[in-house]
């Protein structure tokens, strides 16, 4: 089925299973149609309010969504990690130009189509339709549930998550060592920098990150008195 099926197979076992399931209706001119992209940290790949002419499916790597639309002020208000079929959303939303900015965290590997072929095979295929847009419907509760938390907790707690998803997302060995510069906070958080500059010092003071310049380096143990502080201030899933 051409290399994207191949691509596929070799897969670990939870994305490909995923995607076989996803596909198994699909018909070979579908997969056949995909290239399969590797694409290096920082990469922009989708702009917000460009014809959404292409389906991109993240198999490898990190993405974030970025918001540019209050001037000056950039926020990374999603990240999204493998398996995740970026393009849908505006399918089934009968929308012709992209809702977000997408850019690469991590090196990453997407396979990506035209939308027409996408869209003609998707809306057709009842199995795959539902995935997507149960895929969708978590996603737009997570928003609503991520901006409504925002707006009650401290720049603290809100830093606090940041570190917690960085940790869960980077540790090996019961440790990690992260650099996120001041912009990526800011982008991040939507907090100032120097709100930042003041966290950080706070927590490194009480022992709950330690720090070398800008890399934070969090042990287990600090993780866990991270999560602890973010489990006693609100219910998570």
């Not at 309010?49 to 999603?78: K, S, W």
């Not at 493998?82 to 849908?88: K, Q, Y």
Request: aromatic share 10%.
């Amino acid at each position: 089925m051409g290399s994207a099926k191949d691509y596929i197979l070799s897969l670990p076992r939870r994305e490909r299973e995923y995607l076989l399931d996803y596909f198994k209706n699909a018909p070979f001119w579908l997969l056949d149609s995909f290239h399969i992209l590797r694409l290096p940290p920082k990469t922009t790949f989708v702009d917000e309010g460009a014809d959404a002419r292409d389906i991109f499916i993240l198999v490898e790597g990190n993405v974030t969504a970025i918001d540019y639309r209050v001037e000056e002020i950039v926020y990374r208000h999603h990240e999204f990690t493998p398996v995740e079929v970026l393009g849908a959303m505006e399918i089934i939303g009968d929308m012709d130009t992209y809702m977000t900015t997408l850019m690469t965290i991590t090196s990453s590997v997407i396979l990506k189509c035209s939308r027409n072929k996408f869209e003609k095979w998707l809306l057709s295929d009842l199995h795959a339709l539902k995935i997507q847009s149960a895929t969708i419907e978590r996603y737009l509760l997570q928003q609503v549930r991520k901006e409504r938390l925002y707006l009650l907790l401290t720049g603290r707690e809100r830093l606090a998550i940041v570190l917690m998803r960085l940790y869960e997302v980077y540790s090996e060995n019961n440790s990690s060592t992260i650099y996120v510069s001041r912009k990526e906070f800011v982008e991040t958080t939507g907090l100032s920098e120097r709100t930042i500059t003041r966290i950080l010092k706070e927590m490194e003071a009480k022992g709950i990150i330690d720090r070398r310049g800008w890399e934070i380096i969090i042990s287990f143990q600090q993780y866990q008195m991270i999560k602890k502080m973010i489990d006693e201030r609100i219910l998570e899933e």
